[in-house]
Structures are given as structure tokens and as C-alpha cells.
């Protein structure tokens, strides 16, 4: 199945505007409608308060705008306010920023919110929402989790997932949590531009240019990295799904970072960072982040240029070529010059990504000289790295999510903290 197809039903979608411009369109008789119905979901650990005051039919006049505010129980904070569409439960617009969120009644709808345990981030600093670039219409940025009293602590970069279309740094903050609570990393989730147009954009995204938006976080991490705490010459990145192609890729080719185009010159691949700081070179941002680019824990992607071909590219003219230059499989260092350890994470239960996917890269690395472990998280499907406020999603996190955080974090401690 198609990784993009895959991704609507597993992954939490953020394209608000869009999604209410094509609903508002898709029904010539909704204009006729006059209320809509809004659902208070169960909370749970804590409360929510909807302003005006839900009706006792429970409908609002079309074109009401519904204030939420979530307040939690003693013991616990606010983890996000939502709304979902009432025939597309798996699909949550969130506010993770603030307690207070605004819905407009326009169609049928559930709003709640999620609340989590206060010592689960009692000990960590969080910023959100820092633009790194803004390469097109929308505004790239990633938030930081920071233990407090951080230090020169090494940096681990999270890559989300959803198709290369879909999602924000919002839906990795449970990863993230899991691996700054323990006060050994600072972690930056990230955010990078959606293929095609989905952004706004008059002019096609391609993945040359998802990738280029990962170094351009890259640089702006290290730019800032004392300010948050860490060390901007030792980085661990992370991705899942289609986060986790462009964690690997990220990871792999450091060596093709430039400012000569991507097949803009026949036979040239370079990848040019989103951000670059005043001053600096692409030729010393190449290095720098080659340099601190040290290990790399990709989840459920695709590697081979196959694979990716297959997934992104179907159907477009000379797509081969630019398989193979944003294949990780195919650009794997030569450990002699640049040693990259990779993690590989994938669930039994994923029919996704299968088991030769995966197991053909790990052979690919191992074949090369890169030290490479792949571990199969028996029982899980795709995506279960993901976040969601809906009980089901955290469910499944809790069972296989903060387990195999933990053993990335090893990973990383392998390579970070050796005695």
C-alpha cells in the first residue's frame, strides 16, 4: 500500500485550513444546514469548560465560535486541546501551546483535551514553536525539550513522520519527552516543508527539498545549541516512517550538502540547507554538520532506492535518478571516513514497511562496515512512536513506544557516554 495512503489512516493530519476549505465545499447543501453538533469528549485527568455554553440539543448555530478551556486535576498538566471531525475520529487538530483553543462550528465535532502526569515533565524546560526558515508559505520550526540546568548535553533531532505530507513536531512530543526526561539530551523535534503544494506553494516541494529544510534545522539547532543546553558538535537523529527515510538520509549525506542545485546541473545531487547563519559558508556548514552528526535511530522508512522510487516517486519522469540520490541505501559512508552507527526499529504487526525493507538496509550498512542493529518490536504496527490525545493512540505508546525509547536511548548512551 501506498506509504501516502497508509499515512491517512495511521497518523495525526494538521492541514486545518485545507481540510476546512475542502469540507466547507464539498456539500452544496451544507449552506442549508443551521446548527452543527459538537461532542464533548470524556476527559480524563482533569476537565474542560466550552464557552458559550453547549445547548441542551447539543448543536450551536452554524458560524459559533467555541472557546475550550482545559483545565487539569491536581497532579497533572496540559498535554493539548483538540477537535476531531465527527466521521473521521483517527484525525486530531490540536493546540499544544495553550489551554484555551477556538473551534468554529461549521460541521459536526468532538473537542476534549489530554492531560498528562506532572512528573513526567516536571524536570524539563519546553519551548515551542521556534521558526528556523521560511523557504515558502509556511513558517518551519521545532520545539526543544531541555532538562533544567542542561549543559553541554549532547542533541538528539526528531524527524516526524506522515508520508512527506502530512503532520507536525507536535505528534513526536512523546518521544521526546522519553528522551530528555532522564536529564541526558536536549531534544529538538522538527518541522519541514509537505511535498508538492500542499503548503500553499505555487512551485511543487520536492524531497530534495524536505531534506534540505532537516539540515537547515540542523544548522539552526547548532547555531543556538548553548542556548538551549547542548552541544552543537555531538548530534543523534531520529525519525519515524517517512521521518525515518529522511533521518537516515540526513545522517547519510552530509557529503552532498551544496549550493549547486539538485539536478539543476546533470549529474550533480546537493542539498541546500533551509537556514543558513550570516557568516558561515555551505562549504563549513558541509563539515559542521558532518562532523556532529554521530548516530542515527531511523523507525519504519524506507532506505533502498526501490523503495523510494515506489513511494514518492511513482509515476514521475527520470524518477530513478533522484531515487537513487535521496536513497539512504545508496549513500552510506565509508566507515573509514565517517563512522554513522544506525538503529533500526520496525513492528512485526507493520504492513507498511516489511521485514526485507528493513533487513536490506541493515545488510546494506553492515556490508559497508557501519555498525548497524535492527530490532523487531514484536506485536507493534506502524507508527508507534507517534502521539495522539486519544486514549487508544496512548495506549499503544505506552506499550511500545516508551520501552524502545529507552533502548534508543542506550543507543545513544553507547555512543555518547562510553566510559
Known amino acids: 500500500m501506498n506509504l501516502f495512503i497508509k499515512a491517512l489512516k495511521v497518523q495525526t493530519i494538521f492541514i486545518v485550513l485545507i481540510l476546512n476549505n475542502l469540507c466547507n465545499g464539498q456539500n452544496d447543501n451544507m449552506s442549508s444546514i443551521t446548527e452543527f453538533k459538537i461532542i464533548a469528549d470524556q476527559t480524563i485527568n482533569g476537565s474542560i469548560i466550552l464557552e458559550p455554553e453547549l445547548p441542551e440539543n447539543g448543536k450551536y448555530p452554524a458560524g459559533t465560535v467555541v ?29 499544544t501551546t495553550s489551554n484555551v483553543f477556538k473551534v468554529i462550528v461549521d460541521q459536526d465535532k468532538h473537542v476534549g483535551a489530554s492531560f498528562i502526569e506532572k512528573e513526567a515533565l516536571e524536570n524539563l524546560t519546553v519551548k515551542h514553536n521556534i521558526v528556523y526558515a521560511k523557504p515558502g508559505v509556511k513558517e518551519l520550526k521545532y ?127 546537493e542539498f541546500m540547507p533551509t537556514y543558513i547563519p550570516k557568516g558561515k559558508t555551505v562549504a563549513r556548514i558541509k563539515s559542521e554538520i558532518g562532523n556532529a552528526v554521530k548516530v542515527a535511530a531511523p523507525s519504519y522508512g524506507v532506505f533502498k532506492s526501490g523503495d523510494v522510487k515506489r513511494h514518492v516517486y511513482k509515476g514521475v519522469k527520470d524518477s530513478i535518478y533522484w531515487a537513487d540520490a535521496i536513497a539512504p541505501a545508496s549513500n552510506i559512508p ?37 555498525r548497524v542493529e535492527y530490532i523487531l518490536v514484536e ?41
Request: with cysteine.
Open 67 to 95: 472557546t475550550i478551556t482545559a483545565t487539569p486535576d491536581s497532579g497533572y498538566l496540559f498535554d493539548a486541546c483538540y477537535y476531531t471531525l465527527a466521521d473521521k475520529r483517527d484525525r486530531f487538530y490540536e493546540s
Open 143 to 269: 520545539d526543544v525539550f531541555a532538562p533544567k540546568g542542561a549543559k553541554n548535553l549532547p542533541i538528539v533531532i526528531i524527524v516526524h513522520g506522515g508520508g512527506w505530507r502530512f503532520n507536525n513536531e507536535d505528534i513526536m512530543r512523546g518521544l521526546a519527552w522519553e528522551l530528555a526526561k532522564t536529564g541526558d539530551y536536549i531534544v529538538c523535534s522538527i518541522d519541514y516543508r509537505w511535498m508538492g503544494k500542499l503548503d500553499g506553494d505555487s512551485i511543487p516541494n520536492t524531497i530534495a527539498d524536505l531534506i534540505g529544510d532537516v539540515y537547515g534545522a540542523i544548522v539552526h539547532i547548532q547555531e543556538n545549541a548553548k542556548k538551549y543546553g547542548g552541544d552543537p558538535t555531538r548530534i543523534a537523529i531520529t525519525g519515524d516512517s517517512a521521518g525515518g527515510h529522511l533521518c537516515a538520509s540526513a545522517a547519510n549525506m552530509t557529503n552532498m550538502i551544496g549550493d549547486r542545485g539538485f539536478d539543476k546541473i546533470p549529474g550533480v545531487y
Open 334 to 370: 565509508d566507515p573509514g571516513e565517517r563512522q554513522i552507527p544506525h538503529l533500526l526499529l520496525r513492528g512485526t504487526e507493520d504492513e507498511l514497511i516489511t521485514h526485507e525493507m528493513v533487513q536490506e538496509y541493515a545488510d546494506a550498512l553492515k556490508a559497508a562496515g557501519q
Open 379 to 419: 506485536g507493534a504496527d506502524h507508527a508507534f512512536f507517534d502521539w495522539k490525545p486519544d486514549p487508544l493512540t496512548k495506549k499503544i505508546f505506552a506499550k511500545y513506544g516508551v520501552p524502545y525509547a529507552a533502548k534508543m536511548k542506550a543507543f545513544f548512551d553507547d555512543v555518547f557516554y562510553q566510559k
